[in-house]
């Protein structure tokens, strides 16, 4: 009788797992697999895929576009992140110390409006604001006396262009910071506060002693999604600049692009997502190290 109960368990369980493992393998493992095995063969003219072990991979230390392209792609996530986590950590903090008054909510209903608009929306708003001819940002400084500060934001052969897409993806994403951290922020005891207030405790003191202990494990949360949709993010670069000018641009998902879908090569282009895939791994486990490694201590 028990074991009949036992087996009848487990299948419960097995009709309710089923689904999401089918899922996850045709969506993630499945074509994880393909890349894999992708990068480790050539296609010849007549269509024979002919296998090559890690010839590709080889071909990777000598390709200075993927040094490059992994240099600008570290760039645009350490200061898209930064200027993430900051601005959202600063407004959540400005927020939690507003409360629930009238305007707090009227200030969070407006500041989480960048995160609402449409990618292809604000992409193509901030490519006006930064178009090299007739750039209103430009023409803004212009007209209070700053003339001599317009630049052209996303021509110009060094890492301003680069430079200019971390700042415009760090105004779309910064609202997720803001909410998690906000939400967290909610959740610490008020009476910590006060008995660190007690024992007279400065401000920076009773963030480091209170408020960060909290933030801590979330923070580790949102800085690993936010490093995996940063890394290989796509639209911003490929709309607004294109990898350019002159590969100034250039960043692992626009190489991938390019390699595959403009040069056709799909084995050349699997190796280097199968790479990207690598970084972000050893990314991720690094965060993991350095914020969750007291929660698995304990």
């Known amino acids: 009788m028990k074991r009949t109960s036992?087996?009848?368990?487990?299948?419960?369980?097995?009709?309710?797992?089923?689904?999401?493992?089918?899922?996850?393998?045709?969506?993630?493992?499945?074509?994880?697999?393909?890349?894999?095995?992708?990068?480790?063969?050539k296609t010849t003219p007549d269509g024979?895929?002919?296998?090559?072990?890690?010839?590709?991979?080889k071909k990777v230390f000598d390709d200075k576009l993927f040094r490059l392209s992994l240099?600008?792609?570290?760039?645009?996530?350490?200061?898209?992140?930064?200027l993430h986590y900051f601005v959202g950590l600063g407004l959540a903090l400005l927020l939690d110390k507003l409360g629930k008054s009238l305007k707090g909510n009227v200030l969070r209903g407006f500041l989480f409006l960048p995160w609402l608009f449409p990618s292809a929306v604000w992409c193509v708003t901030w490519q006006l604001i930064l178009h090299p001819h007739f750039s209103v940002l430009n023409e803004l400084l212009k007209t209070i006396g700053l003339g001599r500060l317009a630049r052209g934001w996303l021509t110009e052969p060094t890492l301003l262009p680069l430079t200019s897409l971390s700042v415009v993806n760090g105004w779309k994403f910064f609202p997720f910071h803001m909410v998690m951290l906000f939400a967290t922020l909610q959740?610490?005891?008020?009476e910590l506060y006060e008995v660190a207030e007690i024992d007279g405790a400065s401000g920076w003191r009773k963030f480091q002693s209170v408020t960060w202990p909290f933030l801590k494990p979330i923070t580790a949360i949102v800085l690993t999604i936010d490093t995996i949709g940063t890394f290989h993010y796509?639209?911003?670069?490929?709309?607004?600049?294109?990898g350019g000018p002159m590969n100034k641009t250039e960043v692992l998902s626009t190489y991938i692009y390019r390699t595959v879908f403009r040069m056709g090569f799909f084995d050349y282009g699997s190796t280097l997502a199968v790479l990207l895939m690598i970084i972000l791994s050893i990314l991720i486990a690094l965060y993991i190290r350095i914020f969750m490694r007291g929660e698995f201590e304990q």
């Open 6 to 41: 036992k087996k009848k368990d487990f299948w419960t369980a097995f009709f309710f797992i089923a689904p999401g493992v089918i899922f996850v393998f045709f969506l993630c493992l499945y074509p994880l697999g393909r890349a894999i095995w992708m990068s480790m063969v």
């Open 48 to 57: 024979v895929n002919q296998f090559i072990g890690l010839t590709n991979y």
């Open 71 to 82: 240099w600008h792609t570290l760039y645009f996530t350490g200061i898209s992140i930064s």
């Open 187 to 190: 959740s610490v005891p008020k």
């Open 234 to 242: 796509f639209d911003l670069v490929w709309i607004l600049t294109q």
